[in-house]
């Protein structure tokens, strides 16, 4: 299994980054799928999550209306479109199977 997340960066405050999680070794279209992140000096937490299918998805209360969370089975990826960007949105990056394997993470920096 091996998923790697990549579109991260350096974003000012109300920009926009659209995170890409590409995954193999699984039959992804079978499994949600989640982002999380990790800020300095705290724990990682959840930020959405979306279905096998596309048709449920999840948000944290905290990214609820800015971030969108998304998937092409075709080609086994899941995104997440983030607007609105705040400092605090700071953190690195992961997406997650639902059998709990990690990709390695990208960093997003909100500054100005």
């Known amino acids: 299994v091996q998923l790697v997340e990549s579109g991260g960066g350096l974003v000012q405050p109300g920009g926009s980054l659209r995170l890409s999680c590409a995954t193999s070794g699984f039959t992804f279209s079978s499994h949600l799928m989640s982002w999380y992140r990790q800020a300095p000096g705290k724990e990682r937490e959840w930020v959405a999550d979306?279905?096998?299918?596309?048709?449920?998805?999840n948000y944290a209360i905290s990214v609820k209306g800015r971030f969108t969370i998304s998937r092409d089975n075709a080609e086994n990826t899941v995104i997440l479109q983030m607007n609105s960007l705040k400092p605090e949105d700071t953190a690195v990056y992961y997406c997650k199977t639902s059998f709990g394997s990690w990709g390695q993470g990208t960093q997003v920096t909100v500054s100005s």
């Open positions: 979306i279905s096998g299918n596309g048709s449920s998805t």
